[in-house]
């Protein structure tokens, strides 16, 4: 409780939200297009509404495609028991790509337009985007399948696996130099994400079915693709920006202990799920790799969200944390009993979702009784 104190008096001293963006799409296409857009939108909608809208399409997406394609076999040709998805499936989740894409890009323009930009904005955007970005990711798996010019299900984690990293080197860097670097990734994979789905709905997954020039199969050029823009180009950038800061005076200017200090609880999260997917006795990530994803990707959120807490309160981020026990305890599980791992993932998933619910609300709660402020609504005046 006292640490959650010294967060929010934090708050409110030394938050300042400082974000570059440059990348041409953004800069030149999206922002003059969310420009528009807002201009639209009433100025008594709270910004943390279309935040959590946009947040909500994504959510649906991931049901709808788990309602046709659970075990991402539907795409599979060599699989005829699993029936195709329906195109209107792939349309309808371009549109829920688009939606959540547009509302997420105006919610900060919203927050100026009304003047009610501050850390709980910043917290509930980055926030639900940290969960967003394995709900997206998942969904679209189900374009190429898990088996014919495809990946197989462990080389979809590590994929997974490579958007998370990215995602949470973008706010290690803040951590470090107190300015959010916006990915050129992050706009060219949404854009990319809503052509896939609507080139799907047109002409189904059998699109995608035909191989690039070397025998590559477009599933396994899209890995390809995802791991130069996650890791290779954005990590040298990363690294840079942090040195600069350091060379320059212009961070947070902490200790390497404490710099390096967030990659910790991640790098935990990364051995003991790996350790988990692969060399499980009953192979769960091949079982069913919907309920591994979810579980996995909601604990990253909740350790994103941690380091999020940590920069806008310029505070030193949490070296563990207790959402990690539930799947090292299904870590261990899946060796000691390995008749019942399928049963006890499905345990540990409802767990760590409830946990990191209940976590986002009391730290939504608690902000919003220090500020005066309500989540959904635009404070009156006379309140």
Known sequence: MESNVLRLINLEYFFQYSSVDT??????????????VVQYCPKWVAPNMLTFSGFLFTVFNFTMFASYDYYLFASSD?????????????????????MAYTLDGIDGKQARRTQTSG????????????????????CMFSVFGRTDHSVSPLRMYFILWSVFINFYLTHWEKYNTGVLFLPWGYDLSMVGTIIVFTISSIGGHKAWKFLLPGGISVGVMFEIVLYITAIVASLP???W???????????????????????LPLGVLFTISTIWVMHSPSNIVEKDPRIVFLTIGTIFSNICCRLIVSQMSNTRCELFSWILIPVAVAAAFSFILPSVDLMFTYIVAVAALLAHIHY?????????RHFRIHTFRIKDRAD
């Open 23 to 36: 990348s041409p799409l953004s800069v030149y296409v999206m922002h003059p297009f969310w420009n528009k």
């Open 78 to 98: 060599d699989k005829p028991q699993y029936p195709p998805i329906p195109r209107w499936v792939f349309a309808l989740g371009a549109f829920n790509v688009f």
């Open 119 to 138: 850390p709980l904005g910043e917290l509930f955007d980055h926030g639900l985007d940290s969960w967003t970005t394995m709900l997206i990711t998942v």
């Open 237 to 239: 950038v990363v690294l």
């Open 241 to 263: 920006n942090i040195y600069k800061s350091y060379r320059d005076k212009t961070g947070k200017m902490r200790t390497f202990l404490d710099a390096i200090r967030p990659l």
């Open 360 to 368: 986002g609300t009391c730290v939504v709660r608690q902000m919003c």
